[in-house]
């Protein structure tokens, strides 16, 4: 499967974005999806992840309550609303694509084995 995520930009603190990642290739469907960040000169970090059918969601500490992961299935594309953004969000944000869900490592860099070009998300303060 291919991945190509778009909707980062530059947005002050407050603010929102979304960012979609469209998938291309094999069956979207079948995927769990992750979204994942990386900032300047850290690791790659989770973000968010979802089941094929949207039945459970994982979401990393730092965003919940701000950010929202959703997927629709018939477009294949999954989404990451973002919302009270701050400084700290700042990241070229990363959407994953893997068959196998297991509920413990769906947080996992590695537990992913298709990965899109990333998209720069830039919050101002």
């Known amino acids: 499967v291919q991945l190509q995520a778009s909707g980062g930009g530059l947005v002050q603190a407050g603010g929102s974005l979304r960012l979609s990642c469209t998938a291309s290739g094999e069956t979207f469907s079948r995927y769990l999806m992750g979204w994942f960040r990386q900032a300047p000169g850290k690791g790659r970090e989770f973000v968010a992840a979802i089941t094929w059918n949207g039945g459970r969601l994982h979401y990393a500490d730092s965003v919940k309550n701000r950010f929202t992961i959703s997927r629709d299935n018939a477009k294949n594309t999954v989404y990451l609303q973002m919302n009270f953004l701050e400084p700290e969000d700042t990241a070229v944000y990363y959407c994953?694509?893997?068959?196998?869900?297991?509920?413990?490592?769906?947080?996992?860099?590695?537990?992913?084995?298709?990965w899109g070009q990333g998209t720069l998300v830039t919050v101002s303060s």
């Open positions: 994953a694509a893997d068959l196998t869900y297991l509920p413990k490592t769906a947080s996992y860099t590695d537990a992913y084995d298709y």
